[in-house]
């Protein structure tokens, strides 16, 4: 669906768990705007050029060597990587999207390893003086350039260029977002030199990536990732880790992060205004979230680039809670919060009696966990100035009242559930012991018995047992 489809259809959507008075949000104003101080961020509009802006996408692999070194060829393995990396965001997308990669002959990149470890070591005085000639960018855009004179580059959505550096003292993976001009593009620096399409006689290239050897599937899905458009969220102790591949070592993406690509579904999406939701001054600010076994995002929108995000995570059999802030110009952006009594995040159970009462404490508000009925939650958010008055020391305790009664609620449902179990299955047994003797008595009847007759020849006689029995010829039955 496209995305203005998309915005059309939700523009008719409401926050159901909050009050029709909190100033609910249309989708297309949910997201946060994107950034013009980030090459790419989490919010709206996507820039043109980005991958996120297509359901098939065609990546070309090229890789590079080195004047003193040996010619860099693709294994079959390395290969195989690259189509699990394609694979793996096509399933984070709910098969929105496809990747195809074209694997392309081999380029002499015209520097020696001593010349592109230069290009590391000067890579942040290239960027912070947009001077391609000491960056890890130009080296790339004068590849594509060289390469130009033999690849046909047409139709090719991103370009990776991997290398088969041989110096373990660095290793780079790194990805480039091009800008055509700064017409219909966000970014401030969008029209200058250092960030505008690479244009060749096939056309311009928007998205680039440099691999200076072979990465793992993890981080070709990652980089290419920042082709489509999202940022980075590891660098910090609180980021989502578990929860995004842009965060570390993950097959997932938050839910926040599938919206901006257009990958979440839209009646699952749920904003209001952060002011108009949390009234300040009163501490029993209530918030409902249904069925938590499907994914979920609860936003409230504080302004055009900083938003509170709720979102329900399915994990296998677990559903989580995730609470955090969203703030598009902080690198990175996401600060994550967890209740320090509760167990490690990531296999955090929601539906576990145990964690009602469990508190996100935020920097502007203590969301807790009032109570769970069925598979809804009962949320409470408190502002910071009240979580010491009594209102909330009377909302706490209320919950640690649903606390006890839902786990005395779910011991006697565990406790009926066995009973009903165990008559079940006593019920089942006695009914197959009842039909296993009336088949044994059944089988016993049908056998035919065997009758004895006795038969005489003159004074000769001779017994004769059988079903239908005879007497021997000269006998006769006596």
């Keep these: 669906?496209?995305?203005?489809?998309?915005?059309?259809?939700?523009?008719i959507l409401l926050f159901s768990g909050l009050n029709t008075a909190r100033a609910d949000l249309n989708y297309s104003d949910c997201l946060?705007?994107?950034?013009v101080h980030q090459v790419v961020s989490l919010g709206k509009p996507l820039s043109p050029q980005r991958l996120g802006n297509k359901s098939k996408v065609r990546v070309a692999v090229l890789p590079y060597y080195f004047t003193d070194?040996?010619?860099?060829?693709?294994?079959?393995?390395?290969?195989?990587?690259?189509?699990?990396a394609a694979s793996r965001i096509r399933d984070v997308s709910d098969q929105k999207v496809n990747i195809e990669f074209v694997?392309?002959?081999?380029?002499?990149?015209?520097?020696t390893s001593a010349e592109f470890r230069q290009f590391y070591l000067m890579r942040n005085t290239g960027w912070s003086e947009r001077d391609l000639n000491k960056s890890t960018w130009g080296f790339v855009k004068k590849s594509l350039i060289k390469a130009d004179a033999t690849v046909n580059f047409s139709n090719?959505?991103?370009?990776?260029?991997?290398?088969?550096?041989?110096?373990?003292?660095?290793?780079?993976a790194e990805a480039m977002q091009f800008f055509r001009d700064s017409q219909g593009n966000s970014y401030e620096a969008a029209n200058q030199d250092f960030f505008k399409s690479v244009l060749t006689q096939d056309g311009y290239i928007d998205n680039a990536i440099l691999l200076d050897s072979h990465m793992g599937i993890d981080i070709i899905a990652h980089e290419l990732l920042h082709n489509f458009g999202l940022t980075?969220?590891?660098?910090?102790g609180s980021g989502p880790g578990y929860y995004s591949m842009m965060a570390g070592g993950s097959r997932a993406l938050l839910n926040y992060e599938k919206a901006v690509l257009g990958w979440f579904p839209i009646e699952n999406f749920k904003c209001s205004e952060y002011g108009s939701a949390v009234n300040q001054l009163k501490a029993d600010n209530r918030i409902s979230i249904t069925n938590v076994k499907q994914d979920s995002i609860t936003l409230l929108k504080v302004s055009s680039d900083k938003a509170y995000v709720l979102e329900i995570v399915n994990s296998g059999e677990k559903s989580a809670l995730l609470v955090y802030l969203l703030e598009q110009e902080m690198r990175p952006p996401i600060t994550l919060y967890t209740d320090p009594n509760v167990s490690y995040f990531a296999v955090f159970d929601v539906l576990n009696p145990s964690n009602v009462s469990s508190i996100y404490r935020t920097a502007d508000f203590e969301l807790l966990i009032n109570d769970i009925k069925e598979l809804n939650l009962d949320l409470t958010i408190i502002p910071k100035n009240l979580v010491s008055s009594p209102e909330a020391v009377a909302i706490f305790e209320n919950s640690r009242t649903n606390k006890q009664n839902l786990i005395a609620l779910r011991v006697a449902e565990k406790a009926a559930a066995e009973k009903a179990a165990a008559e079940k299955a006593a019920a089942e047994k006695a009914a197959a012991e009842k039909a296993a003797?009336?088949?044994?008595?059944?089988?016993?009847?049908?056998?035919?018995k065997k009758v004895t007759i006795i038969c005489t020849k003159g004074k000769l006689t001779k017994k004769v047992?059988?079903?239908?029995?005879y007497c021997p010829s000269g006998f006769r039955k006596k």
């Design 437 to 448: 003797a009336e088949k044994a008595a059944a089988e016993k009847a049908a056998v035919p």
């Design 232 to 236: 980075d969220l590891y660098g910090s």
């Design 103 to 111: 694997f392309l002959p081999s380029l002499n990149s015209g520097n």
């Design 1 to 11: 669906m496209k995305r203005l489809q998309i915005a059309a259809l939700l523009s």
């Design 69 to 84: 070194g040996s010619v860099k060829e693709l294994s079959d393995s390395e290969k195989s990587d690259y189509l699990q």
């Design 465 to 469: 047992t059988a079903i239908k029995p």
């Design 32 to 35: 946060l705007n994107t950034s």
């Design 156 to 172: 090719f959505d991103s370009v990776i260029l991997e290398g088969n550096n041989l110096d373990k003292s660095f290793y780079i």
